[in-house]
């Protein structure tokens, strides 16, 4: 696994493919100390939808996220992001990580966290300017948090911290957002105000691919479900995927269903962090 490459594209080969998805996977597999933790993965997201990734604990899903954004190292298979490899289309993409991979005790204050989200554009080494600052402190009143914008990180709640990283993905305007569990542990109010946001980007013809816990909100927050339990069970337009028979093929035993019209009666809970290739900091996944 350490030697695997992608094919490096010869020039007769055509530069995009599938460039009418937004994401594409193809035969992807990935593996932890030889065990898979994804296996042959076919995934396709159209443009301009609100989709969740869904499934029981294990089933790989944050794994999935990072594979796509180059952070975990795949066995074998490919992605493309409006048909371009990751490296290529990377200014196009906004990532909010898990806010159990982040330092939150690292000492810069909320607008600090949101203009790291500048710098795919600045570089790292060009001081931000006052547009920049302005278009940070946007971002943070797009989340509710420009009055805390001179507050340390560490200091703001869990639901805060998380509005956080969102602006700092919204600053970014990419075309393409990845988050993982944005909605794990926050209050009701945080969760809301999230949803309202993400619903925002997907009507504004952004695409936007959540990693989510809670079976019961797929059908009122999600467009667009993807089932996984390390192969894809599913995947497709909510009211055709989201059903009893494709849930039980997802989680087997673990879930009840009250009927096929009716929300899950199991609340899965957020599956455990994998240890990935590469640390995660604030700024990972940065583009």
């Given at each position: ?254 879930i009840a269903l009250l009927d096929q019209q009716e929300a899950p009666l199991v609340e899965p809970v957020p599956e455990p962090e994998p240890k990935p290739t590469d640390p995660h900091h ?6």
């Open positions: 696994m350490t030697g695997w490459r992608e094919p490096v594209r010869s020039p007769e080969e055509p530069a995009l493919h599938e460039p009418g998805l937004a994401l594409h996977v193809e035969d992807l597999t990935v593996s932890y100390g030889g065990a898979p933790v994804l296996w042959d993965i076919d995934l396709d997201i159209p443009k301009g939808v609100m989709a969740a990734i869904v499934g029981p604990n294990g089933a790989g899903k944050s794994t999935l996220i990072k594979s796509v954004l180059g952070l975990v190292r795949p066995v074998a298979g490919h992605v493309r992001i409006f048909g371009l490899r990751y490296r290529e289309a990377r200014r196009r993409v906004g990532y909010v990580p898990q806010r159990s991979s982040v330092d939150w005790d690292f000492p810069v204050t909320a607008l600090d966290v949101v203009m790291m989200g500048l710098y795919g554009r600045l570089g790292w080494f060009r001081r931000p300017g006052r547009r920049a600052r302005a278009e940070a402190m946007a971002a943070l009143a797009q989340v509710g948090m420009e009055d805390y914008a001179s507050r340390q990180i560490s200091q703001l709640s869990g639901g805060q911290q998380q509005r956080v990283f969102i602006a700092r993905a919204l600053v970014q305007q990419a075309d393409i957002y990845f988050l993982d569990e944005p909605m794990a542990g926050v209050d009701a109010t945080t969760e809301r105000a999230i949803v309202a946001i993400l619903h925002r980007l997907r009507d504004a013809g952004k695409t936007v691919v959540v990693v989510h816990h809670d079976l019961q909100t797929v059908r009122s927050y999600f467009d667009w479900l993807v089932l996984l339990n390390v192969r894809i069970i599913a995947q497709g337009a909510v009211p055709e995927t989201y059903t009893a028979e494709n849930l039980r093929r997802a989680y087997g035993g673990q604030l700024e990972a996944g940065q583009s």
